[in-house]
């Protein structure tokens, strides 16, 4: 953090005036290719790297997508700085869905309910709501947890505000990873429980890189602000826990039909 200068010169507190960042040092640019005449394109190069501004651009989405499995910071500062997706919105709902229907679907494999029809079926329907409702406010949790180191650590360091929309923007399409709960459930097998924190390992690895990238941090400060973020997250759960509320969770169903 302390090195300015030259392509780490870029740190958080600069509000890009150019639309574009560099995707290899975060530098700005004011374009990502030039247009001559009869469908000539050039692409732009760094003034300060010296290599392609945004090699992306001419990449195929597919191509985009596995590098962004792959969790490379370049294909993240791609997205969210020189792409005008907007579908983070959308993305967040369909995330917090699938979590709760896999909340849902294990609360309804343990509760054997011998009511009336009618009767269950709008129990099960308020179920799929409070699950929802309960993997939003975690969800919520832990990015609170998230942005509240970030803040105390600006209030230490003295330094002008994050761009915390644009970081919350990055995180939930960083959390993509959660649409795979679904055909983790759907094709249940011995290793489902394996899937399901592997889903969980990679949605925290790809926050981190969201975070990194965002805010041209360490990896030491993004690494503290995911965890502030889990231990935010994990109050929460204990909070419901001594409510004894069943909320379901990633893992507890399954640990039970273990042993
Ligand atoms: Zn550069």
Redo the contacts with the bound molecule.
Sequence with gaps: LGTRGG?EGMSEEDFPSSPYR??????E?SELYRDYNHGVLKLTI??????V?DKYIEYDPVIILINAILCKAQVYRHILFNTKINIHGKLCMFCLLCEAYLRWWQLQDSNQNIAPDDLIRYAKEWDFYRMFAIASLEQSAFFAGIFTFLWIKRLMTAKKKPHFILLLKALLLSSYGKLLLIPAVIWEHDYTILCLRLIKVFVLTSNFQAIRVTLNISRMLSLLAILSGLLLESCMVFFFQRMEWDVGSDCAFYREQDF
């Design positions: 392509a560099c995707i290899e040092c975060n530098q640019a760094c003034k300060s790297c010296q290599k501004v």
